[in-house]
């Protein structure tokens, strides 16, 4: 018995050892693919693996077939850290990914030692691109970008006084002190707090910040809070209008508080895959459709496929590997390349520039409706 | 006996110290990992194996010790390993200040005050408390550690950092095991009652026990924040305890050679199923519940230890 459980485990050894040997270029997806954000980094997997298809099929990258090489980062820094030696060791070029910004952290030391080109598709904290590193990029926009819409947004409605709710994360505090400031003068913050994640009862809060009495409250944590927020509220027959920011954008939030405690609700997101305007997204959506029977669900994905395209479209223009040139094109020859969420250029920093986010509201039904 | 154990730990050190050579980055940094859990499998284990406290907390002051190296860092710029007996020693008086109260509970009543302890460490850090721990962002920009002006950064340097204090630990916990100490521990986890009748102090026993177990932690927790240079609370969730805990039962409580082997399988087996990708955490679920099923007291039990009397030195010299 003690002999068949040893040889199982020599066998299974013997599997997990390098599953790739085959010549190509290297890619590497570092993403979620277990923990509470498992699902984003599934869907990941399955956008590379499309893209990647795509790409060989019609002949691969300098006459290379492309390969995707994942690895789960367990949305854990200390996990991620491994991760990304492990995907340092196999001789990737570059590597796509990911969500968590803590996380991403945790790697680009490794990454940037390593001479690998990161670009991230979910880390939106603003300090990841202060730090002068050179083959870091992102697809994603920025806290401040973020803060910026989510201010016009607010003034639109034209309140005077604005209560601001967080949860204490790095993306959710980021974004709730950005907002803090770029409404200074233009209208008055009357509550500033943050909640504690994952309680089931968040009523002593809201009676809180009733009594500051907010015309409009801008929440900036995530989904599974704002649902219950939501919910809450309406059970407390407070009729204030929240706006969210892009980390309530998930259908979950729907399901959590009800159409009926949601509808109105408004929230900030780069667009929702469905409505990509570009005919390169369309056909992107539709292939999509056909090969796992259902539309990706997160923009997150989406931005991971375009960290990839931004990657084949770089190397094949410098003609080579070399993460110097490849760098180098990315900060200043890579000008409104046609990505799936629209136009990608990046600046001397590796942040994405241009308009990404969009205002959303739920409508009586659930859905999530692009405001004009 | 002796000697072979001697040759043993002998061999082992030689293909340790020959690891770095023969293995890339990525299972230097794993082999990194596992010391690191093989060091606080060793603190949980003089709590958990030796004096029978179940503590499902530990992750507490492993964080403690680690917040400790990182805000007097980044604020005062004390190089980090200076930090390492400050970090234990507030790990350890944060043991004491809270074991003290509870240290007469037993069995799952203290781990049930163990948890809820660990899950306060982390929502205060969480919260910010006194504004020194960044929230839920975490403390970034974390010096590395230095050595007589050498840094060490590179995964190979850290290998031989972590294992060093490794080795420091097993020989100390070795030393601790066979004491006066160690024996007294063992006896009031077998029996209180027994063990308070003859007169050994179970209450100050067991918070030494308590103490100790926690100061080590705290100072692996400060080589963590020099390794990761940067700390967040999600690093010291419950999940952190509780692979702590799980690595001493499977390992065999109160058995070093044991934990040192529950770290390696726990933390380096779901690193050898990363082939599978996204069956891996199943995988090593299923790898777990066979071992248990086919080593119930743990893979590497610790022994029933035999001591000589001295032997009188007329009947030595009686023998031919």
């Known amino acids: 018995m003690k002999r068949t459980l040893w040889g199982a485990l020599a066998l299974s050894l013997l599997l997990a050892g390098p599953v790739m040997a085959a010549d190509g270029i290297k890619i590497g997806l570092m993403g979620p693919m277990t923990g509470s954000w498992a699902s984003e980094g599934q869907e990941m997997k399955q956008v590379l693996d499309l893209l990647a298809k795509a790409v060989n099929d019609q002949g691969g990258l300098l006459g290379k077939p492309v390969v995707v090489v994942s690895e789960d980062d367990g949305g854990d820094p200390r996990t991620a850290a491994l991760a990304a030696q492990r995907l340092a060791t196999q001789g990737v070029v570059a590597v796509v990914g990911t969500y968590g910004s803590a996380v991403s952290e945790a790697t680009q030391n490794i990454y940037n030692e390593a001479k690998i080109i990161q670009i991230a598709n979910g880390s939106t904290a603003i300090r990841l691109s202060e730090k002068g590193l050179k083959y870091f990029f992102r697809t994603c926009p920025r806290d401040d970008e973020q803060g910026r819409v989510a201010v016009q947004a607010i003034e639109k409605m034209g309140a005077k006084k604005v209560a601001i709710l967080h949860d204490n994360t790095t993306y959710a505090k980021g974004l709730a002190d950005e907002a803090k400031s770029l409404l200074a003068g233009k209208a008055e913050v009357v509550f500033f707090e943050a909640l504690t994640p994952k309680e089931q009862d968040y009523t002593a809060i809201l009676t809180k910040l009733k009594a500051a009495a907010p015309e409009v409250v801008f929440f900036t944590g995530y989904y599974p809070e704002g649902g219950l927020l939501l919910r809450q509220k309406m059970e407390m027959n407070w009729p204030v209008p929240f706006i969210g920011g892009d980390a309530t954008n998930n259908p979950d939030l729907v399901k959590i508080a009800g159409n009926k405690a949601c509808a109105g609700f408004r929230f900030l997101s780069a667009p929702l895959p469905k409505d990509l305007p570009s005919e390169g997204a369309k056909s992107f959506l539709s292939q999509f459709q056909t090969q796992y029977g259902s539309q990706p669900s997160s923009i997150y994905a989406v931005l991971a496929g375009d960290g990839f395209r931004v990657l084949c479209e770089a190397i094949k223009a410098v003609g080579s590997t070399d993460p110097d040139k490849v760098a180098a094109y990315l900060h200043k020859d890579f000008k409104n390349f046609p990505g799936l969420t629209g136009a990608i250029s990046f600046n001397e920093k590796g942040d994405r520039v241009g308009e990404v986010y969009r205002v959303y509201q739920v409508d009586a039904a659930g859905n999530f409706i692009l405001q004009p | ?320």
């Open chain 2, 1 to 320: 006996m002796m000697d072979r154990t001697k040759y043993l730990y002998l061999a082992g050190t030689v293909v340790l110290a020959a690891a770095p050579a023969v293995l890339n980055t990525y299972w230097v940094d794993v082999l990194n990992n596992v010391g690191m859990y093989a060091i606080l499998g060793l603190s949980l284990n003089l709590i958990v194996g030796h004096a029978g406290l179940f503590n499902l907390g530990h992750a507490a002051f492993y964080a403690i010790g680690a917040y400790t190296a990182a805000i007097l860092n980044s604020h005062f710029h004390i190089p980090v390993l200076w930090l390492l007996p400050l970090s234990a020693l507030t790990a350890g008086l944060f043991a004491l200040m809270i074991a003290r109260p509870i240290i007469h509970l037993r069995g799952d009543y203290l781990c049930i005050v163990t948890i809820g302890v660990g899950e306060i460490v982390r929502i205060a850090l969480i919260n910010n408390v006194f504004g020194i721990t960044g929230g839920a962002n975490g403390i970034f920009g974390i010096d590395r550690p230095q050595i007589f002006g050498w840094v060490i950064r590179r995964p190979q340097e850290f290998y031989y950092l972590i294992w060093l204090f490794l080795m420091v630990t097993v020989f100390l916990f070795q030393r601790l095991e066979n004491s006066r100490f160690g024996r007294a521990l063992n006896y009031l986890r077998e029996d209180e009652t027994a063990a308070e009748g003859s007169g050994i102090h179970t209450a100050h026993y067991k918070l030494m026990a308590f103490v100790i177990g926690a100061a080590w932690a705290g100072m692996v927790g400060n080589i963590f924040a020099a390794k990761m240079t940067i700390i967040s609370p999600e690093s010291f969730s419950f999940w952190e305890s509780v692979l702590m805990f799980t690595l001493v039962i499977l390992g065999g409580s109160g058995s070093i050679p044991g934990v040192l082997l529950g770290a390696l399988l726990i933390i380096g087996l779901p690193e050898l199923f990363r082939g599978f990708a996204n069956a891996r955490m199943a995988i090593f679920g299923v790898a777990m519940v066979a071992m248990m099923i086919f080593r119930t007291g743990g893979i590497l039990p610790a022994r029933p230890r035999t001591y000589r009397l001295p032997q009188p030195a007329a009947a030595v010299e009686a023998k031919p």
